[in-house]
């Protein structure tokens, strides 16, 4: 009887010991050392869109994209020329 209140004892104490060691960890991680440097601000022009690179970007890609789609399809329906 003395033994199985003694292992209760010890269990309880080594979680009571476990959890204020959390909270003692986790008190240290809500000290910092962090400053504002600069402030932010409101640009007063909004960012321009370059429509001629987008379009350019966009052909390009989307070329590419095309190509490898209908190589892969042709690829994986036409049987293979060196076989």
Same mark, same amino acid.
């Given at each position: 009887?003395?033994?199985?209140?003694?292992?209760?004892?010890?269990?309880?104490t080594t979680r009571l010991l476990?959890?204020?060691?959390?909270?003692?960890?986790?008190?240290?991680?809500?000290?910092?050392?962090?400053?504002?440097?600069?402030?932010?601000?409101?640009?007063?022009d909004p960012a321009s869109r370059?429509? *001629?690179?987008?379009?350019?970007?966009?052909?390009?890609?989307?070329?590419?994209?095309?190509?490898?789609?209908?190589?892969?399809?042709?690829?994986?329906?036409?049987?293979?020329? *060196?076989?």
């Open positions: 009887m003395l033994n199985a209140m003694r292992r209760v004892l010890v269990r309880l476990s959890r204020a060691a959390a909270n003692a960890a986790g008190e240290r991680l809500d000290q910092t050392n962090i400053a504002i440097l600069n402030y932010a601000f409101v640009p007063i370059v429509l *001629f690179l987008n379009l350019a970007l966009a052909v390009i890609l989307g070329s590419m994209l095309g190509a490898s789609v209908s190589l892969t399809r042709e690829m994986l329906v036409s049987p293979h020329p *060196f076989t």
